[in-house]
């Protein structure tokens, strides 16, 4: 069982940066993969970035990649998705997520964070 906890987010100007975290507790967990995902209300949810915890491989969506860092502490069990030069088309609930195999798909995901709003004021 995997437990995750989200903080950060918030309401930013365009062009900030910011920095979501996503801290993770449970049996086995140093051999998961986290992805990070939006959802706005228009959508369906996306894929944003994704990070092998082993191996510290990582996937990024194509339009974000140059705007976006996804990484983990080891030593805290926390990953990390820091935003740069935010648009206001980045506006969205952000979420966490884990499981055994990292993907670009959220189906394959089964324990998710509580999700946190970021909101780009232009």
């Known amino acids: 069982q995997v437990q995750l906890v989200q903080s950060g987010g918030g309401l930013v100007q365009a062009g900030d940066s910011l920095r979501l975290s996503c801290a993770a507790s449970g049996r086995g967990f140093s051999w998961y993969a986290v992805g990070w995902f939006r959802q706005t209300p228009e959508k369906e949810r996306e894929f944003v970035a994704a990070i092998d915890w082993s191996s510290g491989v990582t996937y990024y969506e194509d339009s974000m990649d140059d705007r976006t860092t996804v990484s983990r502490n080891n030593a805290n069990n926390t990953a990390y998705l820091q935003m740069k030069r935010l648009k206001p088309e980045d506006t969205a609930v952000y979420y966490c997520?884990?499981?055994?195999?990292?993907?670009?798909?959220?189906?394959?995901?089964?324990?998710w964070g509580q999700g946190s709003q970021v909101t780009v004021s232009s």
């Open positions: 997520a884990s499981d055994i195999h990292i993907s670009r798909d959220p189906s394959q995901y089964g324990y």
